[in-house]
């Protein structure tokens, strides 16, 4: 069966300190991964997709980037976090073809300081 | 532009108490239709896939419905436990499965 880790689960950052948030897939191969942000009581917001290893592709234009290194692992980066990057992030995966459901992490809850 | 809207924001219901909560959507070339559950502090769990009008999904006490226009996630003598944030989100167009959420429904299931 197939397995999505996050890490850390909560992180306390002050302004102007760098982001590295992991992400992981285990039990399949060649997924699409996905990174989201869910600011409190609201909706979640797309903010990076990948087809691939370093083929990464931006909904939101922001201080944030992402990277995957390799097939399971996708990484999301900040060089300087701003306030308004707190909230919840989320990693999720699809099968590359056929099925469209994605499926979710655990989650990490980021506050900026 | 892709939207989806959920309604209502909140509700509340006695254990027993059966509702149904609302999912609007407006695609161009809806692929498919997601609900997910998601308990404080935790990733959304998927639900359902529903990709065509007139299909129904059922999971225990939750059936979820298509139209053309939205869908309903009925749920018949909710228990306490059944209380969570529900989501809705479309799949729409071609390509890389990107998926729109709505706000989403609080729901509260009092014993």
């Known amino acids: 069966s197939q397995t999505i880790h996050q890490w850390p689960a909560t992180l306390v950052q002050p302004v102007g300190s760098p982001l590295s948030l992991e992400c992981t897939v285990e039990?399949?191969?060649?997924?699409?991964l996905y990174w989201y942000r869910q600011a409190a009581g609201r909706g979640l917001q797309l903010l990076f997709y990948?087809?691939?290893?370093?083929?990464i592709s931006s909904e939101v234009p922001q201080n944030l980037s992402a990277s995957r290194p390799q097939d399971r692992q996708f990484i999301l980066s900040s060089k300087k976090l701003l306030l308004s990057d707190s909230g919840f992030y989320l990693c999720?995966?699809?099968?590359?073809?056929?099925?469209?459901?994605?499926?979710f992490g655990p989650g990490t809850r980021l506050t900026v300081t | 532009e892709d939207q989806v809207t959920q309604s209502p924001e909140a509700l509340r219901l006695q254990e027993g108490e059966s509702s149904s909560l609302n999912c609007s959507y407006t695609?161009?070339?809806?692929?498919?239709l997601f609900w997910y559950r998601q308990d404080p502090g935790k990733g959304p769990e998927f639900l359902f896939t529903?990709?065509?009008a007139g299909e129904e999904k059922e999971k225990e006490r939750l059936k979820a419905t298509l139209t053309k226009k939205e869908s309903f996630l009925h749920i018949t003598a909710p228990k306490p436990e059944d209380s969570a944030t529900y989501l809705c989100?479309?799949?729409?167009?071609?390509?890389?499965?990107?998926?729109?959420f709505g706000q989403g429904t609080r729901l509260t299931i009092n014993p």
């Open positions: 989100a479309v799949q729409a167009g071609w390509g890389a499965q990107k998926l729109v």
């Open positions: 999720a995966w699809s099968p590359g073809t056929g099925a469209y459901e994605q499926y």
């Open positions: 039990g399949t191969s060649n997924p699409n």
């Open positions: 695609v161009s070339g809806l692929r498919g």
């Open positions: 529903l990709y065509s």
């Open positions: 990948s087809v691939g290893i370093g083929q």
